[in-house]
C-alpha cells in the first residue's frame, strides 16, 4: 500500500527475522530470535509456537513505529506445516533430524527421477515428500482433512487465515513440484498430496488483511494487508535483479548463511542445459518468483564454517577481523595449509568426503583464513557445476568476508564478481515485489581479486577432493 509501511517476516533456519520498512524502501527497524529445536516425544521439530510468540510481540512494538500496511513473509525451503482445522494437525518436523533408514527406503523407491523434478535425493528431510511420508507413516489420520503449506506460506496462512502454495517455495528440492511443465509432481499426485496442497497463488498476491486476532495481538491496522511470500533465496534473487549490473543479464547469485545457494539467471533457455546438473552433487533446480526454472547449487557453508572454527562464525566476516585475515594469507599458502571437505557430509559438491585438516595452523587468524579460503574453493566447484558465467553476486553475511571474496575473484577471473550490503538483500527482494521499481539502498561493490595465483593450491586441493569423490 503506496505511501505505508511494509514488514518483512524471514524465518529462516538458524533464524527468525522481522523488519521493518518505509515506502521508500529505507529500514526503520530490524530484530532477530535464533531459533531453537523442539522435542515432540517422536522427532525433533521446530518452534513454531516460539516464533508465533516472538512475531506478536515483535509486530507489537513495530505497530507502535510506523503506519504498517503490509506483511510478506520468507522462509527456508524445508519445511511445511500440516494444518486441520485452523491449527497445526502436527508439529513441523526439524529437516535435520534423522529418517530411520527403512522409512527412507520405502520413501526413495517411490520418488520421482532427477530429471522429471530437478529435485535430488538429500539426506534426511531436506525433500520435502520425506517430511510428509514420515509424519503420514507416524499418523496415518493425516493424510484425511488436512492441507499442506510451505514454511512461508504457513506463516501468512496465520496472519491471514487464507490458505496458499506457491511455486518458489514449491519448487525447491521438495519432491513435490515438476519445474519444467509447472505442476505437482507425479510423486505428489500418487501420494495425495497435490490434493492437499493449499490453491497455488502469486509469491506477491494479497491473500488478504490481518485476521482479528492478530489485530488484537498486535495493534496493527485492520487493513494491514498480507501477502503470499516466498523461499528466502529465491527472494534474494529478486533482490539481486533489482541491480542494473544484475537486472536481466546472464548471472548467478551467491546467497550466503546456513546454506550457500548459487542460483544462475541464464540469459536465455538455450544457454540453460539443465541435462549437465549433477544431483549427486546437490545440483538442482529451482523455481524463480514467475515460474522459470533456475540451475541451482548449495552446500552447507555457514554450518561448516562454524564447525571448522568452533567460535562465533562472525570471526570470518567481522569488519575489523578482515586486516589480521588478509595479513595472515600469505603464511597459510606458503606453509600449504588447507581444509579438505566436507564438513557437512551428504552436501555439497563433495558430498563423500571426509573433512580434515593438512598443516593447521596454530594461529587463529591463519586458521581462519585458511576456512575463508576452503569456503572459496568450495563455491568455485558449486559454480562450476551450474555453469556460471559472466557475472556472479554475493549476499548475505559472508560477503563481508575479504579473503572469501577476494579469493574467489583470484580463482573466477572470468567473472565480474559484486557484493551486496549484507543482511538486508533476501528482505529487498521480498519488497520488489510489491514494488519492482523500487531501488536498491545501496550500490553493489566491485569486488578486487587478491594479487595471488591460487591456481596451484586449487588444483592441489581439488585433486584430494576429488579423489575421495572417486572411490566412493
Known amino acids: 500500500m503506496k505511501g505505508r509501511a511494509t514488514i518483512v517476516l524471514d524465518v529462516g533456519k538458524t533464524l527468525a527475522k522481522l523488519s521493518l520498512w518505509s515506502a521508500a524502501g529505507a529500514m526503520i527497524e530490524r530484530r532477530a530470535r535464533a531459533n531453537a529445536r523442539v522435542a515432540t516425544g517422536t522427532y525433533a521439530a521446530l518452534d513454531a509456537a516460539g516464533i508465533e510468540a516472538w512475531v506478536a510481540e515483535v509486530l507489537r512494538d513495530f505497530a507502535r513505529l510506523a503506519d504498517v500496511g503490509a506483511i510478506i ?9 500440516v494444518i486441520r482445522n485452523d491449527r497445526l494437525a502436527c508439529p513441523p518436523l526439524d529437516y535435520e533430524e534423522a529418517m530411520p533408514a527403512d522409512m527412507r527406503a520405502s520413501y526413495d523407491a517411490e520418488r520421482d527421477a532427477f530429471a522429471d523434478t530437478g529435485s535430488p535425493c538429500l539426506p534426511d528431510g531436506l525433500n520435502l515428500g520425506a517430511q510428509i511420508f514420515r509424519l503420514e507413516a507416524l499418523d496415518p489420520d493425516l493424510a484425511r482433512g488436512t492441507q499442506i503449506l510451505p514454511w512461508a506460506q504457513y506463516w501468512s496462512w496465520l496472519l491471514s487465515g487464507v490458505a496458499a502454495s506457491e511455486v518458489t517455495s514449491l519448487g525447491c528440492h521438495t519432491d513435490l513440484w515438476n519445474p519444467l511443465t509447472a505442476k505437482a509432481s507425479a510423486l505428489a499426485e500418487r501420494r495425495g498430496w497435490a490434493a492437499r496442497l493449499a490453491p497455488l497463488r502469486g ?9 482479528p486476532a492478530w489485530i488484537a495481538r498486535t495493534g496493527l491496522p485492520a487493513d494491514t494487508e498480507v501477502h ?10 529478486l533482490a539481486a535483479r533489482g541491480f542494473a549490473e544484475i537486472a536481466d543479464s546472464e548471472s548467478t547469485v551467491l546467497s550466503t548463511g546456513t546454506w550457500f545457494v548459487a542460483m544462475r539467471s541464464p540469459k536465455d533457455a538455450a544457454s540453460m542445459d539443465t541435462d549437465r546438473l549433477d544431483e549427486s552433487r546437490d545440483c538442482l533446480i529451482n523455481v524463480d518468483a514467475f515460474g522459470k526454472p533456475i540451475p541451482s547449487a548449495r552446500f552447507m557453508g555457514g ?14 566476516d567481522l569488519a575489523t577481523d578482515q586486516p589480521a585475515l588478509l595479513a595472515a594469507l600469505p603464511d597459510v599458502l606458503a606453509n600449504g595449509a588447507m581444509v579438505l571437505p566436507t564438513f557437512a557430509p551428504g552436501f555439497g559438491p563433495f558430498p563423500h568426503g571426509h573433512g580434515r585438516w593438512i598443516a593447521r595452523p596454530d594461529d587463529h587468524a591463519a586458521r581462519r583464513a585458511a576456512v575463508s579460503l576452503y569456503a572459496a574453493l568450495v563455491t568455485d566447484a558449486s559454480l562450476g557445476l551450474i555453469g556460471t558465467r559472466e557475472r556472479l553476486l554475493i549476499e548475505g553475511r559472508f560477503a563481508e568476508g575479504q579473503v572469501f571474496v577476494r579469493a574467489l575473484a583470484a580463482l573466477r577471473p572470468d567473472l565480474r564478481i559484486y557484493i551486496g550490503k549484507a543482511h538486508n538483500d533476501v528482505s529487498y527482494g521480498a519488497l520488489r515485489l510489491l514494488d519492482a521499481d523500487l531501488p536498491p539502498s545501496e550500490p553493489l561493490e566491485l569486488v578486487t581479486s587478491l594479487d595471488v595465483d591460487l591456481i596451484p593450491y586449487r588444483d592441489r586441493w581439488r585433486r584430494e577432493a576429488e579423489r575421495v569423490e572417486e572411490a566412493a
Request: proline residues 2%; charged residues 15%.
Open 228 to 237: 503470499c511470500g516466498l523461499h528466502d533465496s529465491n527472494a534474494a534473487l
Open 303 to 316: 554450518r561448516e564454517i562454524e564447525t571448522l572454527i568452533g567460535l562465533d562464525t562472525r570471526q570470518i
Open 203 to 211: 509469491a506477491g498476491e494479497i491473500l488478504g488483511t490481518l485476521t
Open 73 to 81: 513473509p520468507v522462509g527456508h525451503g524445508a519445511a511445511a506445516a
